[in-house]
């Protein structure tokens, strides 16, 4: 097979993979009316909003051979964060920053954590993940956070639910991504990232500072989840110590869906982008036809198995 | 002979799509019978042996063994009928015992429950066959050394008593002490009646163990006959297709001031002590057994290691602790001997392989420019006739040799001045190693200091100015190269001296 024939068939993958989960909604009598309009793909998208910030950070953290389980926790800490300070007075955009920020904080002591004991990711995230969790709860004195308004409820809708515009979480989510991408692709930090998860030992061995990197990985990564957590909390208008619970799992599917590798190396943000949207067309899809949400879960367990056999196969025809 | 031979390949061709890898091979192995299999990378050899061993099946000839017809389905299929494969890279499961391993897939068992006296049994007898009954049977793999390993994934391939034994570069990670000891348990398989493939790049090791030779060139058989009384020139001359006169550049240059010196330099546990001088255009070479601590001494001075003890001074060097990066920075470059673990990234390009140690030199205001990497690459490709596709394929689809090379350039790019190769031609072809020598020369002549470590003497006796032997972690001995002799550093080597 051509090269270039290749690579096109590896980016394309994702992009058919969604066109056929697409169509497949579009088929059936129940749907077929109400599925394929602008508005369905309105709310499609807005659905897709936190998980696809999520999967930008987990993109990287996936490309350089690590993984972060904590993310689910992360985005519930830092939204009750945010509530707390909305709860006290402060605006929106410090309350953003803010959350952003602690999101940052969560990613630096992963980092930092997995670099300095030299434990696996896994482990490391698998520990966040609790201490995170019941964090959120401890602030939130174990109950939800309420405010009374703030703006940062809006950027998950638009004042008028039948117009054309996008929600601004739509509108970030697409810029983050088309920066994240660049970052990864163009920028001596993202050459890095690939090499680390390519082979760690020749990383090091060429002078990339590979402990520094990790930290900076896992921090930046920890600055999105914290986002996420902002548009949870938009969505939510509360913050709620129980929100996204197995939320990682979405998050890391739509990252290997997308043509990532887990063993680290490959990787790539439009990948990755389709496959959160193909999550959440199927989520949505399944919904308007109807079906109970087990139905849901058993045929996206079956969707990510589909999805990393199938990109085994283009591995092996590419070798 | 009269009796029918223990293999016998008649034309066999393998296409890959458009690459004909075998064009019509024929090979004939006799039982009791040494047969060195000799050809560059990319002459088919690999394929010929995954033909053999069941892992392909071939589009046209006719394979027989012991004079029936053979065609294996798979490798299991083959090791059953007789054919036993053992690979460069070993396939061990290193938390198991020596015994599990050896009867992986074959114990001895009675409703499912392990027998464990008569694995024992038989687990030693496959090692007494080969000369090493003693072994610990009960020690994980993964506490033996390389050779033993090596002896243990031998003894699985004897348990179903193989006709035929296909060793793959058996001796590219084994000391001289080690391939003595390999050489004696070949040639007891060989009196037991066991035909052996034997395939290596170290011709005068093939002539040593092996009775026959075959040589193979672009997927044909050029040429065939006993060893003994052979000519290396001939077979060298029939695998390159051309004469190679000097594998060994004589090239004149003159040596400048110390550039890179290690002061009584301790890294725990391999390295106990070791001082070296290095000069401007001086090619110093380290000699030693596996595990005498060479590695550990480039990768000390590399700071990939930490050092417990000692100094190393690099001429314009920087304050403060060095790691690999500040090496890099100071124009010290270094190969590892593990082209796949840790000298490349396997599943990324070879201009990204390539220019790793200075990416942000290709970078403006922040941005990788893809295409003046891949003018770089491109340059290097053409430069040391690296066959590829282009530089943006990924490099782990290339041959041993053409890896090297460009594992080789990304220090030349760099461009490092002080150069510290690890087993630089480990496992790859003639005409690659005869470049990468010319290149050793080319750099010395141009004042750059070079140390090379490597296993292989005449490697070391033709290319360096200072040979130094080291012996359990100690630099024993730097002298010119005029004071040396193979037997000589073998002496100092083993502790002898």
């Given at each position: 097979m051509p090269p270039s024939l290749a690579r096109l068939l590896r980016q394309a993958g994702p992009f058919f993979g969604l066109l056929v989960v697409i169509a497949l909604f579009s088929i059936p009598a129940e749907t077929r009316e109400f599925f394929l309009t602008y508005h369905n793909f309105k709310t499609i998208f807005t659905q897709t909003v936190i998980v696809a910030i999520g999967a930008l950070g987990m993109t990287m953290i996936i490309v350089s051979g690590g993984i972060d389980l904590s993310v689910g926790s992360s985005i519930a800490f830092t939204s009750v964060v945010g509530a707390l300070l909305i709860q006290k007075g402060w605006g929106p955009f410090p309350a953003l920053v803010a959350m952003i920020l602690s999101g940052g904080f969560v990613g630096l002591l992963n980092g930092a954590a997995i670099a300095a004991l030299r434990l696996v990711p896994f482990i490391i995230t698998l520990g966040t993940l609790g201490v995170m969790r019941g964090s959120a709860k401890w602030l939130g004195d174990n109950q939800t956070v309420n405010y009374e308004s703030s703006p940062i409820n809006t950027w998950m809708t638009t004042p008028d639910p039948f117009s054309y515009a996008l929600p601004a979480g739509v509108w970030v989510t697409l810029g983050l991504a088309i920066l994240t991408s660049v970052l990864l692709r163009h920028t001596v930090f993202g050459r890095h990232v690939f090499a680390l998860g390519s082979n760690e030992a020749t990383a090091r061995l060429c002078g990339v500072p590979t402990t520094r990197l990790k930290v900076m990985i896992y921090a930046l990564a920890g600055c999105f989840f914290g986002l996420a957590g902002v548009f949870q909390l938009a969505r939510l208008r509360q913050g709620d110590p129980t929100v996204a619970v197995g939320l990682e799992l979405d998050i890391i599917a739509s990252v290997i869906i997308g043509g990532a590798s887990l063993s680290g190396g490959v990787g790539t943000v439009l990948g990755s982008m389709i496959g959160a949207l193909i999550m959440a067309v199927l989520r949505n899809g399944s919904q308007q036809m109807g079906w109970p949400t087990y139905f849901q879960e058993i045929i996206i367990g079956l969707v990510i198995i589909v999805a990393v056999f199938v990109d085994r196969l283009r591995q092996g025809r590419q070798g | 002979m009269t009796s029918a031979p223990a293999l016998r390949?008649?034309?066999?061709?393998?296409?890959?799509?458009?690459?004909?890898?075998?064009?019509?091979?024929?090979?004939?192995?006799?039982?009791?019978?040494?047969?060195?299999?000799?050809?560059?990378?990319?002459?088919?050899?690999?394929?010929?042996?995954?033909?053999?061993?069941?892992?392909?099946?071939?589009?046209?000839?006719?394979?027989?063994?012991?004079?029936?017809?053979?065609?294996?389905?798979?490798?299991?299929?083959?090791?059953?009928?007789?054919?036993?494969?053992?690979?460069?890279?070993?396939?061990?499961?290193?938390?198991?015992?020596?015994?599990?391993?050896?009867?992986?897939?074959?114990?001895?068992?009675?409703?499912?429950?392990?027998?464990?006296?008569?694995?024992?049994?038989?687990?030693?007898?496959?090692?007494?066959?080969?000369?090493?009954?003693?072994?610990?049977?009960?020690?994980?793999?993964?506490?033996?050394?390389?050779?033993?390993?090596?002896?243990?994934?031998?003894?699985?391939?004897?348990?179903?008593?193989?006709?035929?034994?296909?060793?793959?570069?058996?001796?590219?990670?084994?000391?001289?002490?080690?391939?003595?000891?390999?050489?004696?348990?070949?040639?007891?398989?060989?009196?037991?009646?066991?035909?052996?493939?034997?395939?290596?790049?170290?011709?005068?090791?093939?002539?040593?163990?092996?009775?026959?030779?075959?040589?193979?060139?672009?997927?044909?058989?050029?040429?065939?006959?006993?060893?003994?009384?052979?000519?290396?020139?001939?077979?060298?001359?029939?695998?390159?297709?051309?004469?190679?006169?000097?594998?060994?550049?004589?090239?004149?240059?003159?040596?400048?001031?110390?550039?890179?010196?290690?002061?009584?330099?301790?890294?725990?546990?391999?390295?106990?002590?070791?001082?070296?001088?290095?000069?401007?255009?001086?090619?110093?070479?380290?000699?030693?057994?596996?595990?005498?601590?060479?590695?550990?001494?480039?990768?000390?001075?590399?700071?990939?290691?930490?050092?417990?003890?000692?100094?190393?001074?690099?001429?314009?060097?920087?304050?403060?602790?060095?790691?690999?990066?500040?090496?890099?920075?100071?124009?010290?470059?270094?190969?590892?001997?593990?082209?796949?673990?840790?000298?490349?990234?396997?599943?990324?390009?070879?201009?990204?392989?390539?220019?790793?140690?200075?990416?942000?030199?290709?970078?403006?205001?922040?941005?990788?420019?893809?295409?003046?990497?891949?003018?770089?690459?491109?340059?290097?490709?053409?430069?040391?006739?690296?066959?590829?596709?282009?530089?943006?394929?990924?490099?782990?689809?290339?041959?041993?040799?053409?890896?090297?090379?460009?594992?080789?350039?990304?220090?030349?790019?760099?461009?490092?001045?002080?150069?510290?190769?690890?087993?630089?031609?480990?496992?790859?072809?003639?005409?690659?190693?005869?470049?990468?020598?010319?290149?050793?020369?080319?750099?010395?002549?141009?004042?750059?200091?070079?140390?090379?470590?490597?296993?292989?003497?005449?490697?070391?006796?033709?290319?360096?100015?200072?040979?130094?032997?080291?012996?359990?972690?100690?630099?024993?001995?730097?002298?010119?190269?005029?004071?040396?002799?193979?037997?000589?550093?073998?002496?100092?080597?083993?502790?002898?001296?």
């Open positions: - | 390949l008649t034309g066999i061709a393998k296409a890959f799509g458009a690459t004909r890898a075998l064009k019509g091979v024929s090979f004939e192995l006799a039982a009791g019978e040494v047969h060195a299999l000799i050809g560059e990378n990319g002459a088919g050899k690999s394929t010929l042996m995954k033909v053999l061993s069941g892992a392909h099946a071939p589009d046209a000839g006719s394979m027989e063994l012991a004079g029936r017809p053979y065609a294996p389905s798979d490798p299991h299929d083959a090791r059953l009928k007789g054919v036993a494969m053992i690979y460069q890279e070993l396939n061990l499961a290193l938390h198991l015992s020596a015994q599990e391993n050896i009867l992986l897939g074959a114990e001895s068992a009675r409703g499912g429950w392990i027998d464990h006296r008569a694995s024992r049994a038989r687990a030693r007898e496959a090692l007494a066959q080969l000369g090493h009954e003693s072994l610990d049977l009960d020690r994980p793999v993964r506490a033996f050394s390389i050779a033993e390993q090596q002896v243990i994934e031998i003894a699985r391939a004897l348990l179903t008593n193989p006709r035929v034994l296909i060793m793959d570069e058996p001796t590219s990670s084994l000391t001289p002490a080690d391939t003595e000891r390999l050489f004696a348990a070949i040639t007891r398989l060989r009196g037991q009646g066991v035909g052996i493939i034997y395939i290596s790049h170290f011709l005068e090791e093939c002539r040593r163990i092996a009775d026959r030779y075959t040589v193979l060139k672009d997927g044909e058989t050029v040429g065939s006959g006993p060893m003994p009384g052979a000519s290396l020139d001939h077979i060298v001359t029939l695998m390159t297709g051309r004469e190679v006169r000097e594998l060994y550049p004589k090239s004149e240059h003159s040596l400048g001031p110390v550039v890179l010196e290690a002061r009584e330099l301790v890294s725990a546990p391999r390295l106990r002590r070791a001082s070296l001088q290095v000069r401007a255009g001086e090619i110093v070479g380290l000699a030693g057994l596996i595990g005498a601590g060479r590695t550990e001494l480039l990768r000390a001075v590399f700071a990939l290691d930490a050092c417990d003890a000692g100094a190393v001074i690099v001429s314009g060097g920087r304050p403060g602790a060095p790691t690999p990066r500040s090496r890099w920075a100071e124009g010290v470059g270094f190969l590892s001997e593990n082209r796949k673990e840790e000298g490349l990234m396997l599943s990324q390009s070879l201009a990204d392989n390539l220019t790793l140690t200075k990416a942000s030199a290709f970078s403006r205001l922040g941005l990788i420019s893809p295409r003046r990497q891949v003018a770089v690459a491109q340059r290097w490709i053409d430069a040391l006739g690296v066959k590829c596709r282009d530089a943006t394929q990924p490099i782990g689809q290339l041959s041993g040799g053409n890896q090297q090379k460009i594992a080789l350039a990304r220090l030349l790019e760099h461009p490092a001045r002080i150069f510290l190769l690890d087993e630089p031609t480990r496992g790859i072809d003639v005409g690659s190693k005869a470049q990468i020598y010319r290149l050793i020369g080319d750099l010395a002549r141009a004042g750059k200091a070079v140390v090379v470590v490597s296993s292989y003497l005449p490697e070391l006796l033709g290319l360096c100015d200072t040979i130094g032997v080291m012996c359990r972690g100690e630099l024993a001995a730097v002298r010119p190269r005029s004071a040396w002799t193979e037997a000589e550093i073998m002496r100092v080597a083993t502790g002898a001296g």
